[in-house]
């Protein structure tokens, strides 16, 4: 790819649509190789618009008929759509179209899942059912009438008339084409209902295969706590008499939110004991959420074009974060994202796919839905907050919906609700929207005469495209503690907002202890001379469980980094540190769970990297292992008395408390496994009544290469499971032993079960290949070459899941000249494949340019 790629979309070259759409009705008549969409589309000069160009969006549609105002015409079929003639008056468009379900393996439009119909129109899905404008600022009411024999046959908006062979839909609130769905098959309810605030009544339903009824209950409740938390967080209402979820096998992403009828992928929404862990729980609770939340944020107002995306998701993810912390607990939350940001988004950032939340370009629109996109931008809506003040940020979001109710907008708009209800002047916080890269936050610090003064300056480092930086809008939250570990300056926000500042603290009678970046306040890498000494005292006393955290886990990644680069041995300093840490009964057992968890191999990776070696992923996975087994060691009585002590008893439930304890005894669990054997996890596994307890049994024998017996056992119980056999499949290779991860991985794809397109079980062996990251580099190349072949195989049938899976190469600048040479040939054997896919073949051009 050049910067000069005709296919190239940009963001500067926005125009407003010639024509907007008053209503739109479409007939389905469903075949699974020739379902007929006949539409109805009522047509208006756009008094914006700076031409009268009329062309709609079109893809691999078979044209039947078309007419204007009743009047038979024949469009020009140019690529991407078609084009005609149009009247500069309102007029109404009809056309008839074929389309094939049944070969629709990409999953973008309407296609086949398991015998049932279902759509997914996100970002530009609805071009395969039906010529259209398929851009978001283009905002009508939907009716749908649906023609077929399947008992169960849904669509957006509410029921109308309904009868033998067909069902019709009716969906008032104006909605882009993106947010079109349509579901028909042998499918069963879970209902319930919900009335809202204002008192009227709304029907709900899970709509399921009959085999998985039993997995809904959990979904329905989380939707229903969705719908309240709604109501009482932001004051936002649901508006249609009903609102369906489907769970669908085949499926590119979690789910989406359709208007009204949200379609999910099953992974995403089915649940029991028996077959769900507390972390599948827990995702599905925050996904459902997520979608929920969508009817006001992405429907109801919506984004102008693709470049706002983050528009809808950082504000929905942030919602959807905070519908977390508040069902569960905040603290525990707050470490799991700042986990994930950095393990993902992070990575993202400092590599060859580095973009702007806000991106000024894109090939592939279905490339951009990123960790950048969705997680970095709910971290700015969270900066947003924090800089507004919780009143301020309230105020900012009634504005925005009632001032964009019904619109289609920007970041620009989004802004300017906040500027407006508080003052706040935010073009210098914009640039996070703009501008990509982690910023690096440094730390200096000066004490003299009871004042205490804090220097930080920032730096973010060139990303693609944008060589030179500019200071951004940096929330810092800081808290001083004095050395006897008293609190001396509770938690306060310092802005840096130039390139160095310094910030004072007066009248102190001795030098404190400062606790910055308090809750992970800024999404920015902190730089600071830091002895171990201090981090284990933060570890003991610091008040705010993010720095109390991060203490800890700065202590390990010393101590790992010294061990990969100096030889070092483990740290006794530290572990008996983290001893204290986990001991304390004070603490809540998911939060120690998480102090125990160790940086990951790929974050220690990128974090060698930056001290300017290759860092060798072999020797990490030693080190890393070293200092587990050191930790089993050293504090074998402490875990042993938490695995005994805080065992759960009685029915599972999946509540936040006893996930907690679930997690934390699985993690003493798996240290102990290290020096004790296998004999605890094989009776745990035995005694298991639920998928936590279980799963987590068998990763832990497997990790220590035992459990071959609970393996077979576990596929002969499972193997009817199409979820629980994911599990199966990925657990396999992200145990493995890293000489063996690829030839895990190799043979698993021989097993009559490994059904490659469907993108779950696809994701679940190659997912965990590319996690196990001292297997996937393994020196051979194994790993590399089985990952190329695979995409290369998926690639003509499902480029979105292939583009995605690329990723997995995007590091390859970081490692040593011969695993380099290895990747690259790879990248390059992939870019040179005859009729590769746009959207692969623009991730990996990306990932090759310089
Ligand atoms: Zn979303």
Known sequence: MTQHDPRTVYLRDYTPPAYLVDEVRLTFRLAPHATRVLSEIRFRPNPDATGRDFFLHGEGLKLISAHINGAQVTPELIEGGLTLDAPDAPFTFEAEVEIDPENNTALEGLYRSNGMYCTQCEAEGFRKITFYPDRPDVMAPFHVRIESDLPVLLSNGNPGASGEGFAEWSDPWPKPAYLFALVAGDLVAHSGSFTTMSGRDVALNLWVRKADIDKCAFGMEALKKSMTWDEEVYGREYDLDVFNIVAVDDFNMGAMENKGLNIFNSSAVLASPATATDADFERIEAIIAHEYFHNWTGNRVTCRDWFQLCLKEGLTVFRDQQFTGDMRSHAVKRIDDAMLLRAAQFREDNGPLAHPVRPESFVEINNFYTVTVYEKGAEIVGMLRRLVGDEGYGKALDLYFERHDGQAVTIEDWLRAFEDATGRDLSQFARWYSQAGTPRVHVAEDWSEGRYTLTLRQETPPTPGQPDKQPVVIPVAVGLLNPNGDEVVPTQVVELNEAEQSFAFDGLSARPVPSILRGFSAPVILRQEQSDETRTFLLAHDTDPFNKWEAGRDLARTNLMAMIQDGTGPDAGYIDALGRGIADESLDPAFRAQLLALPGEDELAQAI???????????????????????????????????????????????????????????????????????????????????????????????????????????????????????????????????????????????????????????????????????????SGAGYRLLADWLLKLDP??????????????????????????????????ASTEGLSRDTSEMIGRMLAD
Do not use: C
């Not at 190469?809 to 992939?830: G, M, P, Q, V």
């Open 609 to 779: 990297f930056e001290t300017g070696h290759a860092p060798d992923p072999t020797a990490i996975h030693e080190a890393r292992e070293a200092l587990r087994h050191a930790i089993a060691d050293r504090l074998g009585d402490v875990l042993t008395r938490l695995y005994d002590t805080h065992q759960v008893t009685g029915p599972y439930s999946p509540e936040a408390a006893d996930a907690g304890r679930r997690s934390l005894t699985n993690a003493a669990l798996s240290l102990l496994s290290l020096t004790q054997g296998g004999d605890r996890a094989r009776a745990q596994y035995r005694a298991a009544d639920n998928m936590t307890q279980q799963i987590a049994a068998l990763g832990v024998l497997l990790r220590i290469g035992e459990g071959e017996a609970e393996l077979k056992a576990f596929e002969d119980q499972w193997s009817h499971e199409r979820l629980v056999m994911n599990k199966w499949f990925g657990l396999q290779v992200a145990a493995s032993a890293p000489r063996d991860a690829a030839a895990t991985a190799e043979a698993l794809t021989a097993h009559p079960a490994f059904d490659w397109k469907n993108p779950n079980r696809f994701r679940a062996v190659f997912g965990a290949l590319s996690g196990n990251a001292a297997g996937f580099h393994a020196p």
């Open 797 to 830: 049938l499902n480029p979105q899941t292939t583009a995605r899976m690329t990723q997995a190469f995007s590091t390859w600048k970081r490692y040593d000249a011969d695993r380099k040479t290895l990747i690259r040939a790879e990248l390059e054997r992939i």
